[in-house]
Nanobody, 125 residues
């Protein structure tokens, strides 16, 4: 099946930037809904951004709109999440998710078929 491996997490000060990557293997992720979720300690997992790789349409949670950018690198079968102007409340484990087709895009995710293992993002004030 499809395997997802995240990278790029780390520790930054507030106002800084990070770029997360989700490398997919096993299948091309063309015509997939690819999303980034995050989960902070004691909180539920929440979707922050997704992209339908069939047409490049993107969607963002209000909390990250204008600061985060999701993109699809077709040549490398990878999805990136560029995070600018980071805030302490962005601290969380970030997970990549994938589902065939575009039905879940728009942060309308149901039961996710594929998850990555997560990468930690810590933002200090």
């Amino acid at each position: 099946g499809l395997q997802l491996v995240e990278s790029g997490g780390g520790s930054v000060q507030a106002g800084g930037s990070l770029r997360l990557s989700c490398a997919a293997s096993g299948y091309p992720i063309d015509y997939y809904c690819m999303g980034w979720f995050r989960q902070a300690p004691g909180k539920e997992r929440e979707g922050v951004a997704d992209i339908y790789t069939g047409d490049g349409d993107t969607f963002y949670a209000d909390s990250v709109k204008g600061r985060f950018t999701i993109s699809h690198d077709r040549a490398n079968n990878t999805v990136h999440l560029l995070m600018n102007s980071l805030k302490p409340e962005d601290t969380a484990m970030y997970y990549c998710a994938a589902d065939p087709g575009g039905g879940y895009c728009g942060l309308k995710w149901g039961q996710v078929r594929y998850w990555g293992q997560g990468t930690q993002v810590t933002v200090s004030s």
